[in-house]
Nanobody, 115 residues
Framework: QVQLVESGGGLVQPGESLRLSCAAS????????MGWYRQAPGKQREMVAT???????NYADSVKGRFTLLRDNVKNTVDLQMNSLKFEDTAVYFC?????????WGQGTQVTVSS
């Protein structure tokens, strides 16, 4: 069984930056897609950014130009660099990985943007 271990959440002020990290607990998996989703209170989980193993990145319109997805296929890690954070970025962020139709989720890490 593969586990996705997340770190890096926290409380920041608007305009500040935060970096989320996610690592797979086992090596040897060639995930086809890795990325991050988020879920704000009272809202559905939504895609933030994903990347195919050897493909382009895909970003939600709301984070384009502010967030950068960094994927390392050798280490099986995926980081999310979040700049210029806004109040509306407040959510629980979940690491995501998919291989051969099987989806794995991290436990979630809280990001709170507040003044």
């Amino acid at each position: 069984q593969v586990q996705l271990v997340e770190s890096g959440g926290g409380l920041v002020q608007p305009g500040e930056s935060l970096r989320l990290s996610c690592a797979a607990s086992r090596s040897g998996f060639s995930f086809e897609t890795m990325g991050w989703y988020r879920q704000a209170p009272g809202k559905q989980r939504e895609m933030v950014a994903t990347a195919k193993r050897y493909g382009s990145r895909n970003y939600a319109d709301s984070v384009k130009g502010r967030f950068t997805l960094l994927r390392d296929n050798v280490k099986n890690t995926v980081d999310l660099q979040m700049n210029s954070l806004k109040f509306e970025d407040t959510a629980v962020y979940f690491c995501y990985a998919e291989v051969s139709g099987t989806v794995y989720w991290g436990q979630g890490t809280q990001v709170t943007v507040s003044s």
